[in-house]
């Protein structure tokens, strides 16, 4: 019976539909996290009859079923959320498209939107850093580093960082290196805010501060663009499915013991 088969890839789609509605409640409060929506394609269909229109008439259209459904995709939606008002010094939110550059530490390069930023102390230096320790770079793909005796760190919405030295000069530190892809949604995301550049993204776009429409607010963090309303919405159609899906196993149980019981 194919409704048996085809009942079950629809149960299947919808828990990995439930999945991806439980990564984004379960990520409502992450700094910067980009809901993700489940997208789905019907699988090949079996033509029992194909159309066949002569000019003495014939057959219209086909006589087809098809057999089910699979996910296909995981899109995120990259669309800037609200800002969170922290009045942190080294908390940062873009206002835009774009993302800051972060270095692993195999040197490989990580993309984030999550601009909550730390210092790491050597010496008497100290190197501006994620959340996990991983260096933030400089429009000049080097290390941001804050120098001892220098206070009142700033920056502007350009992306340009300043502080005063002993002297109480305004000295410039470096600019952020923001870049932005093609495809942001071709991204895979790695976890911990992170994203790598992949062929389907395409390769990093600098930003260029005299051509950047994003700006970079100092102070402020992007908070998560979940919808919760949206998403209990979304798991109630999705359980709904899964429902009638699990009915219709049940249906078809029930026709084939009907004709097994017909020589009784």
Known sequence: MRSLWTAATGMKAQQF????????????????????????????????????????????????????????????DFRTSSFIDTQGTFDFALNGEGF????????????????????SIDGDEAALVTSDGYFVLSEDDDIIVIEEGISDITVDELGYIYGR?????????????LVNFMNPEGLESKGQNLYRATEASGEEMPLEAEEMNTQVVQGYLEASNVQVV????KMITAQRAYEINSKTITTSDEMMQIANNLKR
Not at 100 to 118: A, C, H, Q, W
Not at 165 to 177: S, W
């Open 100 to 119: 800051f550059v972060v270095l692993m530490p195999n040197d490989e390069i990580r993309y984030t939107r999550d601009g909550s930023f730390k210092l």
């Open 165 to 177: 030295d002993e002297d109480d000069e305004l000295v410039e530190l470096g600019r952020f290196m």
């Open 17 to 76: 539909n439930i999945d991806t509605i439980s990564n984004n409640l379960a990520n409502v409060n992450t700094t910067s996290y980009k809901v993700q929506r489940a997208e789905f394609k019907d699988l090949f269909y079996q033509n029992i009859k194909r159309s066949n229109v002569t000019d003495d008439g014939g057959r219209p259209v086909n006589l087809e079923v098809g057999h089910g459904v699979m996910p296909i995709a995981t899109k995120r």
């Open 230 to 233: 949206d998403e209990m919405v």
